[in-house]
């Protein structure tokens, strides 16, 4: 199934989605009238939240504007309902005039009471108007609605209102044509309707599907008749990508693509069930009471369950069959909107890629705080640790490896390497994502979860010993130490060992000489433990080679997280070991 066909079907599944022609925008006040076309009141519908946030209210569908002038239907800002706005421009008249030349031709003939008192309201206004009492600052840039004094039905959800837009729209219809989504003959869409709410894209909204240069159009036709879309088609797809985009339950920022996600299934609480699975898989879902927490907590459980290898059959057999799964990562392109990916299949094959992910990426001792996000792993990737740092072709690209259950980007290890280099810490996270690299795409037996002893891996070796003499120089020195060997060389060790294991050996002896007056006992551990790992380098050849390859140097940092950890657990308890704990 098609991109543009999956959501369209998923428009036709949302409980509570908007008819045909109709959008859901945010309305913050409403101007009553009076028959005569006076101004009764005007009604505040904004919310009691901090931000006083507009409510969101079906009304006729939002034009499409980008340079031109085209004022909505029944409802618009103030800049053209009133021709009032809080800063200065000069589009302002002509926007009020546009408005109120559109509605006066519509509303002609109107004999419905409440279209008669707005023709009446428009013929009568003037800004000047905008006075207080009943005008005040606050209204300006927001959307306005009307409805009559007499009644509380607002203006355009008047049978006679819906009757009028049925026939504006029917005024610019295209003559039918074959859909590409669905197959019927219907107008085409010359312009499909904004898509909103993708992280980095325009905050009016941008397209998906667009032509608006000659060098995009074939055999001569414009716009959207190079790509014939049914105008029912498009307001299906955009709705429902507006309706994810807007809801933290279907979506997740994945370094700059916007990804979203839900599942198709003929029994709806199977798909509600799959989409609150993959929300928490990803970190996507925010509960807002106890009873979300707990049932957030026991998909974790299940989860758990899943990467220790039981079938998802076993642990969740309603969604192991049946369920079909999209996950789709936009990223913004100028005024256009670009597909990172898009995958589908069934659940219970995202479920597997998801397990495979989480084997990928176990180490043992865990993260400080648990099993973290993807994002967090991501923020690991970062310069100051910052999300918005996150390179965003490296996210976009492993988000769709761990879902399509294909080998991780290259760049993941790079970058990641890259990160240890500059600042020199080798922690869980990063530790976790150079292994799961090793592991996928280099089917690495030298990537282990937990620390191995017994591994000659000439890099997974160098990052063990290299972590030993810096245990031995903190040993020795304490807390007077204002930079680690890690600080300082761990850059060259890692990636041209040759050039600085000498002098670290020749420094580790000299630290264990000082140890020995005061610490014997743990003084022979640490050299025991210094030579233990050294007599795994293969000494008939190039014990420090002259550089490490990027594998290789994945391992170093393995092997150092996996033995600096160690250190912090392992140190014998016959001496003081407060000097040597971090």
Known sequence: MSLLAALVRAHDRLPDAPPFGYSSEKIGFCVVLNPDGSVAEVVDLRGDDKKRSPRMMLVPQAKKRTVGIDPNVLWDKTAYVLGITSGLSKRTSEEHAAFKAKHLDWLTDATDEGLAALRLFLEGWTPERFAAPIWHDDVRDQNLVFRLSSEFTFLHDRPAARELWRKIGAEGASDPQICLVTGDAAPVARLHPSIKGVWGAQSSGASLISFNL?????????????????????????????????????????????????????????????DKWVAVMFGARTHAGDDEAIE???????LLLMRDGKPLAQIAPELAQGV???????????????????????????????????????????????WPPLWRYLTELAVLGKRENVPPLVAGDWMRAIVTGTPYPLTLMSTALMRIRADGEVNALRAAILKSVLIRNFNSREAPVALDPTS??????????FAAYENVQKTALGKNVNATIRDKFYGSASSTPSRVFGSLAANAFNHLSKIRKEKPAFAHYLQDEIEKIANLLDVSGEPFPASLPPTAQAKFALGYYHQASLRKTSAPQTESVSEVTE
């Open 296 to 302: 957030e907590g026991k998909i974790r459980d299940k």
């Open 214 to 274: 000659d060098a995009f159009t074939s055999y001569g036709h414009e716009q959207g008749d190079n790509a014939p879309v049914s105008e029912a088609a498009a307001f299906a797809y955009t709705t429902a990508l507006n309706r994810y985009l807007a809801d933290p339950n279907h979506r997740i920022q994945i370094g700059d693509a916007s990804t979203i996600f839900w599942a198709d299934c003929a029994d709806q609480a199977a798909a509600e069930k799959a």
């Open 456 to 465: 000659k891996d000439i890099g997974y070796v160098l990052g063990r010993l």
């Open 324 to 370: 079909r799964f999209h996950v789709l990562g936009l990223a913004p392109n100028a005024a256009r909107l670009s597909v990172r990916f898009w995958w589908e299949n069934d659940f219970g094959t995202l479920a597997e890629n998801y397990r495979r992910y989480l084997t990928d990426i176990a180490i043992e001792p865990p993260p400080r705080d648990g």
